[in-house]
Nanobody
Framework: QVTLVESGGGLVQAGGSLRLSCAASGRTFSIYAMGWFRQAPGKEREFVAALRWNNGNIYYADFVKGRFAISRDNAKDTVTVYLQMNSLKPEDTAVYYC????????????????WGQGTQVTVSS
């Protein structure tokens, strides 16, 4: 079992920045990839960014390339994944979810076995 806890959401003006954090604990050795997804009101959940553990490959949705950056930090018992979000736009407003996968395509939400509770990001115009 892997437990994910997100933090760092909030309200920011357009053009501003936020950094989301996702702390993973438990059987972190089983993680193959970690990713960020988001869901805006009335819309389906969509992929934002992902990072594969074994080779460090990083994937981004086209709409965040050049603005968002995913990274990770390995401590002794906890793995933390970050999503640095710059040049935020009102259309980035959504609940952002962190997820961990044991295998599969890192950009597909069906690959993910564990999900955090979500953190709200609101970007005002």
């Amino acid at each position: 079992q892997v437990t994910l806890v997100e933090s760092g959401g909030g309200l920011v003006q357009a053009g501003g920045s936020l950094r989301l954090s996702c702390a993973a604990s438990g059987r972190t050795f089983s993680i193959y990839a970690m990713g960020w997804f988001r869901q805006a009101p009335g819309k389906e959940r969509e992929f934002v960014a992902a990072l594969r553990w074994n080779n460090g490959n990083i994937y981004y949705a086209d709409f965040v390339k050049g603005r968002f950056a995913i990274s990770r930090d390995n401590a002794k018992d906890t793995v933390t994944v970050y999503l640095q979000m710059n040049s935020l736009k009102p259309e980035d407003t959504a609940v952002y979810y962190c997820a961990a996968a044991r295998l599969g395509d890192p950009i597909t939400d069906a690959s993910y076995n564990y999900w955090g509770q979500g953190t709200q990001v609101t970007v005002s115009s």
